[in-house]
């Protein structure tokens, strides 16, 4: 797909020749579209296809009737090792368990078996071993676009998340799949760029091209030049701007490694290595930790002590049974268990940054540098995670600040599943022993101590109230035991909005998000995958004039 050739000729097709990598013109006869820009979320997971060489048969020569034994055909040639897929290595990993390959970054594989969705089994091209490695830790490895060291398996806002890092240099860049316009276009050129603005001067800005496919083979951006691959298309951009909003300088460095989703999970609580207690929660202590040399976990501990623990050991099982299930970019990865013996331990992916909530009031103290537009990428971050849950039939029951958990560069994902069911049915009865945080729960959940993915959407809402007051409490004027009566009778809070307190919040986020959220019916509230979709194509004149 990504070695296509262009022609020289459209008349001719046999006797086409291949051009150089510095593109040609295409004639004017050809009808092409002009350059644009294209954003789009997506995800792709490319097809390789294997080609061999067909044997051919001995014969002996002789046509004698009376000969009967001839020699036997020759079996089948071996598959040349070129049509083998392999591999790429992304990062350093270190074997956890019996099985696992340990390798270093750039390292070769030949894939033997990728029939398992998180672990696939692959021979080190060096060193001959065969084991399993983790399929997030590499990349198809076959001189095509995924191979380049530019290629991300990201949407729009993803390449944007990684090419406004801090210290990147203008002209950064990465190559990703084209999803929404796959018809027009086979991948997306995403650039870190800056230009002049008249309120705000210098800007730093992430601009994306559509790498166009032609029916004659070859590829281009501009309809005036054409590649034979995706590699001669970025050499010369790296040349030359040729209508981009500048040259290409480095590819995008990969700074963060994704959590290993290890094999087992019941994981040798002997390999992991306690550091720091970073805090405590319904069941215990939580504490960063090393699993080997090279993984760093956040532990959380239940301790048996007799002193009112919220959770049993029954329920830590569920909870952890229950994340296991769970692996998307929004959700916080559960890694593995140990519960040999006691304390039992559930060990989670590491966010640095600890819970949203924290975050958010640290920011008000130190000079409020989190933006309007990160806010909202934040709130599109948590809506792509439940919805995420809400496709697998999960209820949170607990969503608020507090149980978001904050990584680099503003990266946010759904923690906390304490409280979180797996449901049959759409809703989950809790009893009547059971406590939950009134300031975030849907009426009817309240009242009637039902939970169901629109309660859940009640209780964002309410986050986002959290998130652009940078960690105010709800309903601050009310007591707790007000709040059910208030709420029922029709009270919602305010528009937050305030400009003396910088406080930001416009009138379509607070209208047509926060009151569809806290709509008394719950048919009447979007869904979870409505709310991505709003927030994942955001844009308003308040965004623009409070950035």
């Avoid at 050739?5 to 050809?30: D, F, L, M, V």
């Avoid at 203008?170 to 018809?183: K, N, S, V, Y």
């Avoid at 699993?291 to 623990?309: C, N, P, W």
């Avoid at 975050?359 to 439940?386: S, V």
Wanted: proline share 6%.
């Amino acid at each position: 797909m990504g070695n296509r050739h262009s022609k020289s000729s459209t008349k001719k097709p046999k006797n086409r020749k291949k051009r150089k990598s510095e593109g040609q013109q295409i004639p004017t006869s050809q009808s092409v579209p002009n350059l644009s820009t294209v954003e789009e979320p997506s995800r792709s997971e490319p097809a390789v296809r294997n080609s061999g060489s067909q044997d051919d048969l001995l014969h002996n020569g002789s046509v004698h009737v009376q000969q009967p034994h001839l020699p036997p055909p020759r079996p089948p040639p071996k598959m040349p090792e070129k049509s083998r897929k392999q591999m790429k290595a992304l990062f350093d990993f270190e074997k956890q368990t019996d099985g696992d390959l340990s390798f270093k970054k750039d390292d070769i594989f030949d894939l033997v078996d990728d029939s398992d969705q998180f672990w696939w089994k692959m021979t080190h091209t060096g060193t001959g071993e065969t084991g399993y490695v983790p399929y997030n830790y590499v990349q198809q490895y076959d001189g095509g676009p995924t191979s380049l060291s530019c290629w991300f398996d990201l949407d729009r806002r993803e390449a944007e998340r990684n090419l406004l890092m801090p210290g990147l240099q203008e002209g950064t860049f990465l190559l990703r799949p084209c999803r929404q316009r796959a018809d027009q276009a086979l991948y997306t050129l995403s650039i870190r760029t800056e230009e002049n603005t008249r309120n705000m001067g210098r800007q730093i800005l992430v601009k994306h091209y559509m790498v166009r496919p032609l029916d004659s083979g070859g590829l281009y951006i501009s309809p005036k030049i054409t590649f034979p691959t995706v590699k001669e298309l970025l050499e010369h951009y790296e040349h030359t701007q040729d209508g981009l909003c500048c040259k290409l300088s480095k590819p995008c460095p990969r700074k963060y490694e994704p959590p290993p989703q290890f094999r087992d999970l019941e994981l040798n609580r002997n390999q992991l290595q306690l550091v720091e207690k970073i805090g405590k929660g319904s069941f215990g202590e939580v504490w960063k930790a090393k699993l080997g040399r090279l993984v760093e976990v956040a532990v959380k501990m239940m301790h048996s002590d007799g002193q009112g623990i919220a959770m049993n050991k029954g329920e830590f099982i569920r909870e952890a049974q229950t994340m296991h299930q769970l692996h998307h970019p929004k959700i916080v990865q559960l890694l593995g268990v140990c519960t040999t013996e006691e304390p039992f331990y559930i060990v989670t992916e590491l966010m640095p940054n600890g819970a949203l909530l924290s975050y958010l009031k640290n920011d008000e103290k130190n000079g409020r540098k989190i933006t309007y537009r990160a806010m909202l990428d934040m709130l599109f971050q948590i809506a792509d995670g439940m919805a995420y849950l809400e496709e697998k039939k999960f209820i949170h029951r607990d969503l608020r600040a507090a149980n978001i958990l904050v990584g680099h560069e503003n990266v946010v994902k759904v923690g906390d599943f304490g409280l979180s069911r797996l449901i049959e049915e759409d809703v989950y009865d809790v009893g009547e022993n059971t406590k939950f945080p009134i300031r975030w729960t849907a009426p009817e959940a309240a009242t009637d101590k039902v939970f169901t993915n629109k309660s859940d959407v009640w209780s964002f809402g309410v986050l986002i109230y959290e998130v652009v007051t940078r960690g105010r409490v709800p309903y601050q004027e009310l007591q707790n035991k007000a709040i059910l009566n208030q709420v029922s009778n029709g009270h919602r809070m305010p528009n937050p909005h305030n400009e003396q307190q910088g406080i930001r919040c416009d009138e379509f986020l607070y209208k047509n998000i926060m009151l569809a959220c806290w709509h008394s019916s719950e048919q009447e509230r979007p869904t979870f995958a409505t709310l991505r979709n709003i927030f994942e194509s955001y844009e308003t004149e308040a965004e623009r004039q409070y950035e």
